[in-house]
């Protein structure tokens, strides 16, 4: 898998969030990137940190969602895997030469300004907000490669409604095998994936 | 996995947009109509299903809420 072609994803790994995520997913892989994941292998041999560290290495690009760090409820830990994870992937890009200097990250927050009240160190003006809505998450993802120096003919809305019309293939396939809605919607990160390479092969 | 098409009829589907709730043929360039509502999309849209046509209804998030027929 080409550096110049993967996307390492620093994201929560809650139900919730998946919402979020699988637009994230399709959208890349829409665009001809390879998403790079935590859990795109589990090997509960394998040090978590070595993979993270492996994943951002490999990947010239990085998505990192800090919508989820606040506190939800008095007593509730923060959450700080995601800034912990992009402070790496920015320590990678500056401490190291070469191919590395190229790297370019996409920060996500579900509020606007939320980021900067916890994170001031650095400036995230171009951090971009999807208010928890996975339409809006698929606009900011193809916008940003663009921004970057892609060119990118489709739309947003094609490739949301190109979303949809997996998730539907998707669905009525898993169904005839016996799945229930909520193993469909629960389907692993790779399975997942698959199915969402097998849908673009056949446009 | 093989792509699901209807070997029936036509497939449309209600989808969610920024400005409401998207009617579209399957594999059309454009969306038919846009309505205000979810409600409203499915009504309109359900009255113009033929025997063997398909309308899939889609939550916000693009996973299926349910597809509905005509027999």
Not at chain 1, 61 to 71: E, N, W, Y
Not at chain 1, 74 to 99: A, Q, S, T, V
Not at chain 2, 11 to 27: F, L, P, Q, S
Not at chain 2, 57 to 64: C, E, L, R, S, Y
């Amino acid at each position: 898998m080409a550096f110049s072609r993967n996307v390492f994803i620093n994201c929560p790994f809650d139900k919730e969030y998946q919402d979020i995520l699988k637009p994230i997913l399709f959208t890349l892989k829409y665009l001809g990137f390879t998403p790079r994941i935590a859990n795109e292998r589990f090997d509960s041999g394998e040090v978590r940190l070595d993979k993270i560290e492996e994943l951002l290495m490999e990947s010239q690009f990085s998505i990192h969602d800090l919508s989820r760090i606040k506190a939800k409820y008095l007593g509730e830990y923060f959450r700080l895997n995601m800034p912990f994870e992009l402070g790496l992937d920015l320590g990678c890009k500056k401490y190291h030469e070469n191919k590395f200097r190229k790297k370019k990250f996409l920060i996500l927050e579900s509020e606007k300004y939320a980021v900067q009240k916890g994170l001031s160190d650095l400036s995230f003006g171009d951090c971009k907000c999807h208010n928890n809505d996975p339409e809006t998450t698929v606009t900011i993802i193809r916008n940003w490669f663009v921004e970057v120096g892609f060119v990118v003919d489709d739309p947003p809305s094609k490739i949301w409604d190109h979303f949809n019309y997996f998730y539907s293939n998707l669905f009525i396939k898993k169904k005839k095998e016996g799945f229930s809605k909520k193993e469909i919607e629960e389907l692993p990160i790779l399975e997942f994936l698959d199915a969402i390479n097998y849908y673009l092969n056949t446009l | 996995m093989s792509k699901e098409t209807s070997d029936k009829g036509s497939k449309t589907h209600v989808i969610k947009r920024d400005d409401g709730w998207a009617v579209k043929g399957e594999g059309a360039s454009k969306a038919r109509k846009v309505y205000d509502t979810k409600e409203r999309a499915i009504y309109e849209s359900s009255r113009l299903l033929k025997p063997g046509d398909e309308l899939v209804i889609h939550k916000k998030n693009g996973a299926i809420d349910s597809i509905k027929s005509k027999k």
